[in-house]
Every structure is written in structure tokens, then in C-alpha cells.
């Protein structure tokens, strides 16, 4: 018998006689699919569920940063936090050179054109210097003017009631990723580039404690690295750090061929200055790779527009130097290497995810709130060997929030195919599994697709047969 395999469309589902196939498009299974999805787990554990319920800050870390931010008595401290965080969520990036031209450019050919408009007795070079200093007033009012944080002692204390649980929360949800989907990753070094606070440090080792035998925090801020360790000490500079191997440095290492099974830059990106200096971190950060590249940012377009740079230099750039030629894949959130589709909407929408998490606690503040946050997580392989999923199923990542209603549930999701869908999911269409992990999911989940076999030659000529009438 001849033997084909088709994925199910799910418009085209009706009902268990009349199967009617889409070729080459992705969609949940017919009821009638006996692919394992759960292999022996319950719904709301499905292989697909990566979100956290929500995080608080180790005790350690927690009693530390409140008795450095105590101490420390920084003035009208509730002010200057909210004034940082907001200031960190609205920064851009820097406006470069090429771009500033081609808009002083734009300007200057529709002043012309409104001043031949309304007058006729123009004196050529008056007006042009008339229109020069009006571009660069303009300019000057709707350029964002990018400036580098420079964080002194006190700034540092102001970022760490800020920013410390949130930073955590954002960390920890990323590397979840990796945790869940590749269980067998025991990472013994680890580089974290631009560290701060070490938040990094502290949310690897709650995963992989037992295998971490050295951790690099590169900063290059002196204030930012001591407060780092004063939190792993317990603001105790006599008592051993809670975690150990541990090593601070202001550069990053110089050796090329030096390699870190995990790289992680959370919320770094932004502080370089312009495209080109972020396209060199990344390629210096890939280099440093041997596994896992985490790259994380604020969920708003810039972040994520950053992240996607990132992700296009990996995957169509080339160094003119290789020390490892494993190619770079796309392992999470995207479901595959295909350009960004929320880049192509409009209004723009930024890919992002939130995470749930208990601040500090201080006065005013004792709350829940939620991380926003974007991510990219980039492997050293071939995109089939990204993770060992169920033979037959793909996955596709919910990129909004999960709407369940009664007897269906309403997914928006990102496809392998590269095209965002919106999904209503169905037990009598789609299965009892893939409805219930459908509705056991969340914003930032994956949910199963599945690709259904059709063996009986008959079969196939009665679908040919539909597809013809149609």
C-alpha cells in the first residue's frame, strides 16, 4: 500500500467520513488522531506548559537587598524608583547616522515644496537657510537623544528596589524554557554579559545548582559588581556567598576559543549604543556559546525589535572568523526561522510575555505585579535536534492571552509554518487532548499540532476525489 502523510487542516475538518485534506497546512488533530500528545501526563502539565505560577526572590536574596536598600537611606527612594523603571520601559535606541540623514532629507524636500506653494519671491539661498534651521529644530524636538546609564552607588540601590524582582521573575521564566523542554542540559559554566545585580546568577542556579561549577558576571559598572556581591553574601562582607564559583569581572574574556555552556545578556542589548555595537556583542556572545544564547529584553517594541536584530544576524549574517562551525537554530519563543509575523502587522505589536512575581518588600509595595518581558533563545544545532518532541506533533507558541469559553477556547498563536493564526479549539473538532491542553494553556505555552498519517491507498483517492469536487 502506498503510504503519504498529510497535516490536517483545521477550516477543512468536518467530519470523520468526508476528510478533506489541506496539504501543507498547519493545524490541530481530528478527534479520530492517536498520537500520545501527553505521554502518560496530565493536561495541565502537557509538554507544551512553560509558564511559572508566580515567583518570589530566594529568602537569601530577598533579606539581602532589603538590608543594603535600608541602609543605604537613599532619599524619597518610592520617587526614584518609579521615575527609573518608567524611564527604563520608554528608552529607545539610538538613532544612527544613515537613518537622521534620510529624515533631515525627507524634511527638507517637503519644505521646499510648501514654500514654492505660497510664495513666488523666493530668494534661493535665504530660504535654504530658512529650511536648514527648521530640519534641525525638528529634528532636535522628535529625535529621541539615547544616553548612557551610568550607575553609581546609589543609582545601583535605585535599580535594585526597582528592578531586582522583576529582572528575577523575567530570568528565571527564560530559562524555564530550556529546563522544560531540553531536561537533560546540565550546564557547568555559564557567562552572563552585562550581569548587574546577578540576577542571573541567582535564577541558574535554582535550575541547574548541582552541575554550575563556574559563573561568570561581567559588568562594567565598578558599584554595580559590589553590589552583586554584597547580595550573595548577605550584605555580610565576612559571611561565604550562598552561591559559590561565582567570579565578577569588568571585560569579557579575551580568547575567542574560550566557551560557556550557558550565555545569558538580560536587559543588555539596550545599553549598547548603537546597531553596529550590538551586532558585535552578539557575534562576540555566539562565539562564547557551546549550547544555549539567552538574549532578554523589555516587552515593548524596542526590546523586541532588538531581539529580532539579534536573530537575523545569527541566522544570515557570517563572521569572516569561525572557531565553531555548529550552526545557530532558533529555540524558543519563535516556532520557526521564517521572519518575525508580528513585525509585518499594523499597528506593530511586540512579541512579548509576562510573568507574575511578589516584589520586594517594602513600604507601598507588597502587591503582586507582572514582568513583561521579551526573549530570544538561540542553541548550537540543527533546528530538528532542538528539542525531542512526540513523533508526529509540532508545536505552536500562544502569543496572547488564552480566551476559554464554554466548550471551546480561543488560541492566537504562532505557527511552524511562520504565520500567526487565531484558533478555536474544539473537543468535537480537535480531539478531547488537544482541546484540554488547549484550555490548560496559557500566553507564552506551546500547543500541540498535530500530523495525521493516512495509510489506505482508497483513503487517498477519496480525498483526491473531495479536493476535486470542491
Known sequence: ???????????????????????????????????????????????????????????????????????????????????????????????????????????????????????????DQAMSDHIRRKVLTELKRTTYHWTPLRYDEELGVVYMASRLAGGYAAVKRSLNEIKKRDPTFAPQTLLDFGSGLGTVAWASHSYWGDSLKEMVCVDSSGPMNILAERLLKGDDEKAEPHIKHVYFRHFLPVSPKVQFDLVVA??????????????????????????????????????????????????????????????????????????????????????????????????????????????????????????????????????????????HVHCRMCCPDGQLQNMVVTAGKHGRDVYRCARNSDWGDQVPIIQRIEEDENEEDEIQKDGDAE
Open 1 to 123: 500500500m502506498a503510504s503519504r502523510s498529510y497535516k490536517v487542516c483545521v477550516v477543512c475538518l468536518r467530519t470523520a467520513v468526508s476528510r478533506t485534506v489541506c496539504r501543507g497546512v498547519s493545524t490541530a488533530a481530528s478527534p479520530q488522531t492517536s498520537v500520545d500528545i501527553l505521554k502518560g501526563k496530565p493536561h495541565r502539565k502537557h509538554d507544551g506548559v512553560i509558564n511559572l505560577k508566580t515567583l518570589r526572590l530566594p529568602e537569601e536574596l530577598q533579606n539581602a537587598a532589603r538590608s543594603i536598600i535600608y541602609s543605604s537611606q537613599v532619599k524619597q527612594l518610592s520617587d526614584h524608583t518609579k521615575k527609573l523603571t518608567n524611564y527604563l520601559w520608554s528608552r529607545k535606541r539610538l538613532v544612527d547616522n544613515q537613518t537622521l540623514r534620510q529624515k533631515a532629507v525627507s524634511l527638507e524636500k517637503e519644505m521646499w515644496e510648501k514654500a514654492m506653494q505660497t510664495r513666488t519671491d523666493i530668494d
Open 266 to 407: 538580560a536587559f543588555t542589548l539596550s545599553e549598547l549604543q548603537g546597531v553596529k555595537d550590538r551586532e558585535d556583542a552578539v557575534f562576540t556572545l555566539w562565539r562564547k556559546t557551546s549550547s544555549y544564547l539567552v538574549l532578554i529584553e523589555n516587552g515593548t517594541m524596542e526590546g523586541h525589535q532588538m531581539l529580532m536584530e539579534a536573530r537575523d544576524t545569527l541566522l544570515k549574517k557570517r563572521e569572516a572568523m569561525v572557531h565553531d562551525p555548529r550552526p545557530a537554530s532558533v529555540f524558543a519563543p519563535c516556532s520557526h526561522e521564517l521572519k518575525c509575523p508580528k513585525l509585518a502587522q499594523r499597528p506593530f505589536l511586540p512579541c512579548n510575555f509576562q510573568q507574575p512575581y511578589h516584589p520586594l518588600h517594602l513600604p507601598g509595595r507588597n502587591e503582586r505585579q507582572t514582568e513583561k518581558f521579551s526573549y530570544l533563545i538561540m542553541k548550537r544545532s540543527e533546528p530538528v535536534e532542538a528539542e525531542a518532541e512526540t513523533e508526529g506533533v509540532e508545536w505552536a507558541r500562544v502569543v496572547a492571552p488564552v480566551l476559554r469559553r464554554t466548550r
